[in-house]
C-alpha cells in the first residue's frame, strides 16, 4: 500500500503537471522488465535505462539496495561468460558454479562493485524523477491514473543458484551503497 504522504505527493506532481507525459526510468535490478512490458499497455512512456526527461512526470521503482546487488550478481552470473566489466582475475567463477556470491563479495573491491554498467547507485538514477515507488506499490500507482483490471506479469528474475548474501556480504553492500540505503529508506518511509 502506498502510504498517505506518498500518495499526496503523486497527487500533487499528477496535478501541477497535468498533461504532461508519464515517463518510468528503469533502474536496472529493481523489477523494471517485469514493469516495461506492463506499463507500455497503460500510456506510460518507458525511458529504459535513461535519465529522466525534465519537465515530465517521472518517477521509478526502487528497491533494498543490498537486495538489488545480491540480485545484480546473481543475474549476471547466469550469463555465458563475463562482461567487459568484471574483474578479469575473477572470470573463472562463471564456469565454476560452487563459487557463491559471498566469495566473490569478498574478492570484489568496492571500486569493482560501485562501476558495474549500467547498475550503478539508485542516486545516479535519481535525476528529474518527481517519485519513487517500490514494485509492490506499481498496481495501487496505476489505479491512481484511473486504470482498473492491473496484470504485472513478473519477468527477467534472477535465480539463486549462487546462495544469498551472508551477514559480512550485507555489511560491505551496505557500506558500499550507504547513500543508497538513506535514500531507499527516506523512499520507503523506514
Known sequence: MIPKWKKDLINKVLSEKNNKKINFVHIPKCGGTSLNNAFSRYNINCLGHNFAIPNEINFSIIRNPVERFESFLNYRLQEEGPRGDWPQRLAYVYNDKN????YIVSELTSYE???FYPYKT?????NNIDFFLRIDEASEFLKLLGYDNIEIPVTNVSTKNRGYFNNLSVDKI?????GDIVFYNKWCGK
Open 99 to 102: 563459487v557463491d556470491l559471498n
Open 113 to 115: 562493485i560501485s562501476n
Open 122 to 126: 539508485i542516486y545516479y538514477w535519481s
Open 174 to 178: 551496505n557500506t558500499i551503497f550507504s
